[in-house]
């Protein structure tokens, strides 16, 4: 069974609107921590967000926010005014286990977003 | 902080031959990954090191795979008896352990002929 979902292969936005990218993810560990990264065409990948399984707020950066949904196991990231330079793919991930122990890290199949002028 | 670095960049081998790549992570960074990303899909994780310390390996690292961190700071990665599935861009990240947050290099793109 998949462990990160992605449901958007592609998604599009106009510049200086708000998007969401969708992630739902599966794991029985209480202990988790979920993630969001960006994969421009030069291919790096680019931290942008992370939240605890424990975590009570949802996670905030700048222009990057996560919309937190640990019932229905949803983690999906909010970018607001989008630039064209966030053109890119977008993955989430999630860390199964505690931090500071064993862990296993698993990657979506992405969500290709592009900002139109 | 120059950030992550892998060598090389771009590798071209032929089946059967024997492949190692180098990561050098973000020095004061005890913690390092490696990962493999076919073209459309995610980054599939292989293996990380705490310090020198290998703690986790994926069921993906076949037995032709090893990795290695013998002083704790930089790492190879190596790939024996290479097959055409291999070819794949090899990701390396660094992190601190005390937090989440990894560091990715550049990658190294890997094509068997």
């Keep these: ?117 | 902080d120059t950030g992550v670095s892998q060598d090389p960049r771009h590798k071209i081998t032929k089946r059967g031959q024997n492949v190692t790549f180098r990561c050098d992570p973000i020095s004061e960074h005890n913690r390092l990954y490696w990962y493999r990303q076919t073209l459309g899909q995610g980054p599939e994780f292989l293996t990380y090191f705490q310090n020198e310390a290998q703690l986790e390996k994926s069921r993906l690292l076949s037995d032709r795979f090893s990795a290695e961190r013998p002083k704790g700071s930089f790492s190879t990665l190596e790939i024996q008896r290479t097959e055409q599935g291999d070819s794949a861009m090899y990701l390396c990240a660094s992190s601190l352990e005390s937090v989440d947050e990894q560091y990715f290099g550049p990658g190294t793109r890997l094509t068997v002929t």
């Design chain 1, 1 to 117: 069974a998949q462990k990160i979902t992605q449901t958007q292969p592609g998604m599009f936005v106009q510049e200086k609107e708000a998007v969401t990218l969708d992630c739902t993810y599966d794991t029985s560990d209480p202990s988790y921590g979920l993630f969001w990264y960006k994969q421009p065409s030069s291919g790096e990948m680019i931290f942008l967000i992370y939240q605890g399984s424990y975590d009570q707020q949802n996670a905030t950066e700048g222009r990057y926010s996560l919309n937190f949904q640990k019932a229905r196991k949803s983690a999906n990231l909010v970018i607001s005014a989008s630039q064209l330079g966030d053109s890119a793919m977008y993955f989430c991930a999630m860390r199964e286990g505690k931090r500071n122990y064993g862990q296993n890290f698993v990657f979506g199949p992405g969500t290709r977003l592009s900002v139109l002028p």
